[in-house]
């Protein structure tokens, strides 16, 4: 069935540091997708989506593309600050069933 | 705009009790989601509600598991008996539609339950 796969954290990086989370996924046809933020004791948002190949999903200087190519959609950010630190959840979503399906997350940690 | 709102937001129990998690959407959401996510994992659904009517319910342990939306508005999940396994945060989300550019899901900020 579809799945998503994420690199393990915690991911510890200092202020002003580049941001790399990467998510490969495996589904049958075209899913949309998404990444999810869970800051600490609060619910997940939605950070930023993408629903067709190459489209570039963006949100606070995040960003991330769907690579159709390499079944990929990397979370980047040039520069993270303190009040990035959370939980990162890469999630797919198949057209027809609309159900989400969600990596393991990512906890981000960044220190001044 | 109020977001999803849950209660209780932690439980504890023991083993072979049950237990209930209230959710109200946001107000016009038409699509109810309860997840549950076990420490270390990403949420996983348990089963969705389109109105007061069940879309999928394919991964809701029913023997012990039920849920209802009455009136297609807020919604309880219930746990009966539980077990160790089901500790874990129950999250709830809604949406306006099932697809398209309103298909956002909000989350509540979920119910904490311990089974001891």
């Known amino acids: 069935g579809d799945s998503v796969t994420q690199m393990e954290g915690p991911v510890t990086l200092s202020e002003e540091a580049f941001l790399t989370i990467n998510c490969t996924y495996t589904a049958t046809g075209y899913p949309s997708l998404f990444w999810y933020v869970q800051y600490p004791g609060e619910g997940l948002q939605l950070l930023l989506k993408a629903t067709k190949a190459d489209d570039k999903g963006s949100n606070k200087g995040f960003e991330a593309t769907y690579r159709k190519e390499t079944t990929s959609f990397h979370l980047e950010k040039g520069s993270v600050q303190v009040s990035d630190s959370a939980v990162y959840f890469c999630?797919?979503?198949?057209?027809?069933?609309?159900?989400?399906?969600f990596g393991t997350g990512t906890r981000l940690q960044v220190f001044p | 705009e109020a977001g999803v709102a849950q209660s209780p937001r932690y439980k504890i129990i023991e083993k072979r009790q049950s237990v209930a998690f209230w959710c109200n959407p946001i107000?016009?959401?038409?699509?109810l989601y309860w997840y549950q996510q076990i420490l270390g994992q990403g949420p996983k659904l348990l089963i969705q509600?389109?109105?007061?009517?069940?879309?999928?319910d394919s991964q809701l342990p029913k023997d012990r598991f039920s849920a209802e939306r009455l009136k297609g508005v807020d919604s309880t999940l219930k746990i009966q008996p539980a077990k160790l396994e089901d500790s874990a945060v129950y999250l709830c989300?809604?949406?306006?539609?099932?697809?398209?550019?309103?298909?956002?899901?909000?989350f509540g900020p979920g119910t904490r339950l311990t089974v001891t």
């Open positions: 107000s016009g959401h038409a699509t």
């Open positions: 509600f389109q109105n007061n009517g069940v879309v999928d």
């Open positions: 989300a809604s949406s306006l539609a099932t697809s398209g550019s309103l298909f956002e899901q909000y």
């Open positions: 999630a797919l979503s198949d057209r027809n069933t609309d159900k989400l399906i």
